[in-house]
């Protein structure tokens, strides 16, 4: 199991829309659309903010999507706030009950 | 509403045995149906899953950490517990325990941690 791979950070202005992509493989995400995405503030634990691909839990803005085509995956936040710097991490099922993560991608709000 | 709590020593010397355990709240392991996990974080770096378990006594492992690693519940304290042996100061880490979803009703259960710890900080020294 090798880390999906994520850029290490993506900008973009108040109002923009910024995109973080997450690669694997076809052992995981490729082969299963079951990853989801968190959230992390400094010194604070991961928050769910996207599962299943595109699923958001109750309470997450719909600003916040995902996406997916063969062995990358997306996550789209539209109307960039503030409040939206933080670093994100992506995850994948792996098979047989395991999960992989993402190397992590800070986003930097201009 | 459901809450995770991680509790154990916060220095650990190298080659010894890290031992934490994670208080959950406001709800059932044995009787929520879902599976619980454990994922770490080093200092400055990304996140590790660790291991994976069922209260039943179904475990999963990362193939790194496997041969180091006991993932175990005791349901009459609602908790759950993580041992890693033989720890040396790559394991030094801020170490989380989690519920993952969806319920074990759906497939493919243990694909996302919807319920995360605040987190507990393990630095390996001597």
């Not at chain 1, 999906?4 to 973009?12: D, E, K, Y």
């Not at chain 1, 939206?84 to 994948?92: M, N, T």
């Not at chain 2, 994922?39 to 006594?57: D, F, N, V």
Request: aromatic letters at 10%; a positive charge.
């Amino acid at each position: 199991q090798s880390a999906l791979t994520q850029p290490p950070s993506v900008s973009g202005s108040p109002g923009q829309s910024v995109t973080i992509s997450c690669t694997g493989t076809s052992s995981d995400v490729g082969g299963y659309n079951y990853v989801s995405w968190y959230q992390q503030h400094p010194g604070k634990a991961p928050k769910l903010m996207i599962y299943d691909v595109n699923k958001r839990p109750s309470g997450v803005p719909d600003r916040f999507s995902g996406s997916k085509s063969g062995n990358t995956a997306s996550l789209t936040i539209s109307g960039l706030q503030a409040d939206d710097e933080s670093d994100y991490y992506c995850c994948s099922y792996a098979g047989r009950y395991s999960v992989v993560f993402g190397g992590g991608t800070k986003v930097t709000v201009l | 509403q459901l809450q995770l709590q991680e509790s154990g020593p916060g220095l650990v010397k190298p080659s010894e045995t890290l031992s934490l355990t994670c208080a959950v709240s406001g709800g059932s392991i044995s009787g929520d149906n879902y599976y619980w996990g454990w994922i770490r974080q080093p200092p400055g770096k990304g996140l590790e899953w660790i291991a994976t378990i069922y209260y039943s006594g179904s475990t999963f492992y990362s193939p790194s950490l496997k041969s180091r690693v006991t993932i175990s519940v005791d349901t009459s304290k609602n908790h759950l517990s993580l041992r890693l042996n033989s720890v040396t100061a790559a394991d030094t880490a801020v170490y989380y325990c989690a519920r993952l979803g969806p319920p074990i009703t759906m497939p493919r259960g243990a694909r996302y941690c919807d319920y995360w710890g605040q987190g507990i900080l393990v630095t390996v020294s001597s």
